[in-house]
């Protein structure tokens, strides 16, 4: 089937009958600093509906997907997705956790929310599962590998919203309980970074390596601005938000010293996702990253609860099982346009 005729215009799906489709709500960011990850969200979710539907649908209903921009400000994002509430059958994406929480109040007891991207751990309303790792999750591993290297004096930067706060408080506790220490931290507002000025002010910390939980275009107006900077070879970068998207938004990195700490990536993909999508889109597919993902794999857990009769807008998590069973994230190094594991470095 045509990928034309699986995205239903917003409009549409608001004014047409439904009929036999399970209708699904893609909230990604076409605006904002998450932006640059929308055309490999919107492709992997095309590639997991294509999917279901060639396996016979959600209980024989095809399913179609409605994007809805979730890079607005959040009561702006929270605008957008809430006429779509009552006309979809469920609702996946990713975005930032500022927007995710004033979509979850939204959706609520209304329709099954599952929010794709890392998260900032804690309670969540009925009805609103969660994919992405906890900050413990995502940087345990990454923290200790790094500290083993030596690396004990830190500096903590990120965006001032609820993810990067969070980041930064549970990242200190792992941070001195692997024997190293915080020299410095500092939040700053989305979509207003000086790149030049944030690389100074790591200089002056006095920091081996900087925590960066800026996201999306944010994050690489400070890499773009740091590779060039006198500290480049000097002090390491690690990101709990950096995938392969943002490093082709920086045309790579070749430094040495710039890591992610993501749960997937292009060179470390076991059940082959990623030769998947470059066989479904081409060559002039969309670079593929974490955040493309996780919306493929909520698209597939949407469409297994649902088939199993646990999805639903009233349980906790959406109805989707718990987690528990996924490894550890990984610490990667950029090398050019590649994010290479550690242990293959």
């Known amino acids: 089937m ?25 909230a990604v960011p076409r605006s904002g600093t998450l932006g640059l990850a929308r055309p490999a969200g919107l492709a992997a979710a095309i ?11 959600v209980r024989d209903r095809r399913l179609t997907l409605t994007p809805v921009d979730a890079g607005l400000p959040p009561a702006g994002s929270a605008r957008e997705l809430e006429p779509l509430v009552a006309a979809v059958d469920a609702v996946v994406g990713f975005h930032t956790s500022d927007v995710h929480r004033a ?25 609103v599962g969660l994919l992405g790792p906890s900050p413990a999750a995502q940087l345990g591993e990454p923290v200790r590998a790094l500290v083993e290297r030596g690396l004990r004096s830190w500096a903590l930067l990120g965006s001032d919203y609820i993810w990067p706060r969070r980041v930064h408080a549970v990242a200190e506790r792992l941070i001195r309980h692997n024997g190293a220490q915080v020299r410095s931290a500092r939040l700053v507002p989305l979509g207003r970074v000086d790149g030049d000025e944030l690389a100074s002010w790591v200089r002056r910390s006095g920091a081996q390596v900087v925590l960066v939980s800026l996201v999306g275009r944010d994050l690489a107006v400070f890499n773009r601005a740091f590779a060039g900077s006198r500290v480049a070879g000097s002090v390491v970068r690690v990101s709990g938000a950096l ?20 749960p997937w990536y292009v060179e ?17 597919s969309p670079q593929v990253g974490a955040y493309a993902r996780g919306c493929y794999d909520a698209v597939h857990a949407v469409a297994a609860a649902s088939r199993s009769g646990r999805l ?28 290479v594991p550690v242990d293959r470095a």
């Open 2 to 26: 045509p990928a034309s005729r699986l995205v239903v215009d917003y409009l549409d799906t608001l004014v047409n009958d439904r009929g036999e489709d399970f209708r699904l709500a893609l």
């Open 312 to 339: 639903s807008a009233h349980a906790p998590g959406a109805g989707l099982p718990s987690g528990g069973s996924a490894p550890p994230n990984r610490l990667a190094c950029a090398d050019g346009m590649r994010l």
């Open 243 to 262: 995938e392969e998207v943002g490093l082709l938004e920086v045309d790579g990195d070749d430094t040495g010293g710039l890591f992610s700490a993501m």
């Open 47 to 57: 590639m997991a509906a294509e999917e279901i539907n060639d396996a016979g649908g």
């Open 103 to 127: 979509l979850e109040r939204v959706t609520s007891g209304r329709v099954p929310y599952i929010f794709a991207a890392p998260h900032e751990g804690g309670a969540r309303l009925p009805g």
């Open 268 to 284: 470390d993909d076991p059940d082959g996702f990623g030769e998947r999508y470059a066989t479904r889109w081409g060559a002039m």
